[in-house]
């Protein structure tokens, strides 16, 4: 079993910053890409960020130049930091990744997601 935990959301105000942490967890043999959607209400969950194990990056318009995405492999953790943030920017933040397991199945876990308010 895998486990994905989120901290560090929160609430700030508009221009202010915030960074987005996920602890991967449980029967991991290797993590490929990971990444960070948000689902803001009454819209579909969105891809903003992701990162390959070869920390190649992608980002969606709406981030792009205010947002980072890395990792530390050795610590199965992704991490978002956040800049420049705007009221739009408020949702519940979720990350993924994509996870082979030590019983060598490959699946894609989730984390429970963490509310990040922005205020204007």
């Known amino acids: 079993q895998v486990q994905l935990v989120e901290s560090g959301g929160g609430l700030v105000q508009a221009g202010g910053s915030l960074r987005l942490s996920c602890a991967a967890s449980?029967?991991?043999?290797?993590?490929?890409?990971m990444g960070w959607y948000r689902q803001a209400p009454g819209k579909q969950r969105e891809m903003i960020a992701s990162?390959?194990?070869?920390?190649?990056?992608n980002y969606a318009d709406s981030v792009k130049g205010r947002f980072t995405i890395s990792r530390d492999n050795a610590k199965n953790t992704v991490y978002l930091q956040m800049n420049s943030l705007k009221p739009e920017d408020t949702a519940v933040y979720y990350c993924?990744?994509?996870?082979?397991?030590?019983?060598?199945?490959?699946?894609?876990?989730w984390g429970q997601g963490t509310q990040v308010t922005v205020s204007s």
């Open positions: 449980g029967s991991i043999f290797n993590i490929n890409a």
């Open positions: 990162i390959t194990s070869g920390t190649n990056t």
């Open positions: 993924n990744a994509d996870v082979l397991t030590i019983i060598m199945t490959r699946n894609v876990y």
